[in-house]
């Protein structure tokens, strides 16, 4: 079992940055892949980013892509999602999420956190 807590979330004005973090207990040893995703009010959750184990494979959405940045810290068992340019759209509640490997597939994610609620205003 892995457990994943999120934290970072809030209210910010449009163009504004936050970082949210993830931070996995548990069976961290499994060497997961991570990733970021979100879910907006009547929408369908999509991902954000994902990054592997080792940092080497990165995905993004387009509609983040130059604008958000995942990165791992393995020593710290902690995953961040540094997001700037932030606008109203980003509004989420944002998931980090493990699985065995990188992948865009939220199916094949085995463990999710809680959620932090990201709220851009215009």
């Known amino acids: 079992q892995v457990q994943l807590v999120e934290s970072g979330g809030g209210l910010v004005q449009a163009g504004g940055s936050l970082r949210l973090s993830c931070v996995a207990s548990g069976r961290t040893s499994a060497r997961n892949a991570m990733g970021w995703f979100r879910q907006a009010p009547g929408k369908e959750r999509e991902l954000t980013a994902a990054?592997?184990?080792?940092?080497?494979?990165?995905y993004y959405a387009d509609s983040v892509k130059g604008r958000f940045t995942i990165s791992r810290d393995n020593a710290k068992n902690t995953v961040y999602l540094q997001m700037n340019s932030l606008k109203p759209e980003d509004t989420a509640v944002y998931y980090c999420a493990a699985a065995p490997s990188v992948t865009r597939n939220s199916r094949l994610y085995d463990y999710w956190g809680q959620g932090t609620q990201v709220t851009v205003s215009s």
């Open positions: 990054i592997s184990w080792s940092g080497g494979i990165t």
